[in-house]
């Protein structure tokens, strides 16, 4: 029973995750625009376009990783925490992660030498918080994958042995 409540609490977690990101990328444009027309005056220029775009792509990784999270925590809620999907989807986590660190510090670098967007606090620091974030999360979802996969061996062989 506490396992049950507890698998839909992250469940309700994870669907509230997607849909505060999917509701801020619909929003980011809007707070963009708002934001270069108040604060720095800038009207004649497609900037919060470019960047709503650079944005996107950004997050297109992310909210991948977050669907796949979303079938991870569908699977443990219906009680089959064995399942040949895990593994699957843990990989696949594992390279949205990995592509999250080339898609962002490639952004980033078309925003600099394209548009001349640099800022030091706003450009480096995010590229290397990121980058280890997104490289940390992608060994562990990597790692845990292959753990699940002996895991799964080791079941199936002691389910034949019985």
Do not use: H
Not at 41 to 47: A, G, L, P, R, V
Request: proline share 4%; net charge positive.
């Amino acid at each position: 029973m506490k396992k049950n409540i507890s698998s839909k609490i992250l469940n309700n977690i994870v669907l509230v995750g997607i849909i505060l990101t999917l509701l801020s990328l619909i929003l980011t444009p809007l707070a963009l625009t708002a934001y270069f027309k108040s604060s720095l005056e800038i009207t004649n220029t497609n900037m919060p376009t470019i960047m709503s775009i650079a944005i996107y792509i950004c997050a297109i990784p992310y909210v991948v990783s977050l669907f796949m999270l979303k079938r991870l925590c569908k699977l443990v809620a219906i009680n089959n925490p064995f399942s040949e999907e895990i593994p699957k989807n843990l990989k696949k986590i594992s390279i949205c992660a990995f592509s999250e660190i080339f898609i962002f510090n490639f952004v980033v670098i078309i925003l600099y030498y394209c548009y001349d967007i640099y800022l030091y606090a706003i450009t480096i620091i995010p590229v290397v918080i990121v980058s280890f974030v997104s490289l940390s999360i992608g060994f562990l979802a990597l790692v845990l994958s292959i753990l699940f996969n002996k895991v799964i061996e080791i079941k199936d062989e002691n389910d034949k042995t019985i």
